[in-house]
């Protein structure tokens, strides 16, 4: 929000009390809202020579002018063997090598997740991403049914985090045919749609997040989404 914006700002000014800098972090910052972004320029454009400013998005949607005015570090995922090998050294009950294989994959590099996954999430994902992968075989009426129970904002975000990761693997699944996939049995369908059928739901979820961070009626958004399964 802009009053927290203007907080970080209202901090870098200051000088460091004990080390020689001080540093803000923003996570999640393609959710700074064009009145806040306007508000962080001037700091971008001319920091304080004793403070760092960081910001964190796992997405490429942060605004442009914002965006311009940063050095970009892009830091790339874990390697499948490797999230693998932390899974099974570090989960606290047993999972078979199957839930430690599909999870791994599933994580596209992201060793939080698959952590995440494999101390108690794993059951849960599995049930809400067949329900999401469902939708594709249901009339209209019933799909609208869904968007109008959409209201919570932390399942907002868990369903597109969901589609991001079902989109991953249908493009995987395309593009190599003889690939297994841990969704075989609710990603058939989909893999079955033409590239431009599965660009176009690609497109549209590169805009989800951006058009929730300003606040555009999430009921729409997903409303365009279903639509195009």
């Known amino acids: 929000s802009i009053e927290q914006i203007s907080e970080v700002i209202n901090r870098l000014t200051r000088k460091p009390l004990t080390a020689q800098r001080q540093v803000a972090l923003i996570p999640e910052a393609e959710k700074i809202s064009d009145e806040a972004g306007n508000a962080l320029l001037k700091t971008l454009e001319e920091p304080s020579g004793k403070s760092i400013l960081i910001l964190v998005s796992d997405q490429d949607n942060i605004l442009n002018t914002v965006k311009s005015r940063c050095q970009i570090i892009r830091f790339h995922g874990v390697p499948t063997p490797e999230i693998e090998k932390s899974i099974t050294a570090s989960a606290p009950h047993a999972l078979d090598l199957q839930a430690i294989q599909e999870i791994a994959r599933l994580a596209n590099g992201k060793i939080g997740w698959a952590h995440e996954m494999a101390n108690g999430g794993w059951d849960d994902f599995k049930n809400s991403l067949y329900e999401e992968l469902s939708l594709g075989e249901k009339s209209i009426g019933e799909r609208f049914k869904t968007v109008e129970k959409i209201d919570d904002p932390d399942k907002l975000q868990q ?8 989109m991953a693997e249908i493009v995987r699944q395309k593009a190599v045919q003889t ?6 049995a609710g990603i058939r369908s989909y893999t079955q749609k033409s590239w431009p059928e599965i660009l176009k739901i690609g497109q549209i979820l590169e805009k989800i997040s951006f058009q929730l961070a300003h606040n555009v009626n999430p009921r ?4 365009n989404l279903y639509l195009n399964l």
Do not use: C, G, R, Y
Not at 179 to 184: F, M, N, Q, R, V
Not at 220 to 223: G, K, N, T
């Open 220 to 223: 729409i958004i997903f409303e």
């Open 179 to 184: 690939t297994k996939s841990p969704l075989d």
């Open 159 to 166: 369903k597109i985090n969901h589609w991001q990761i079902i």
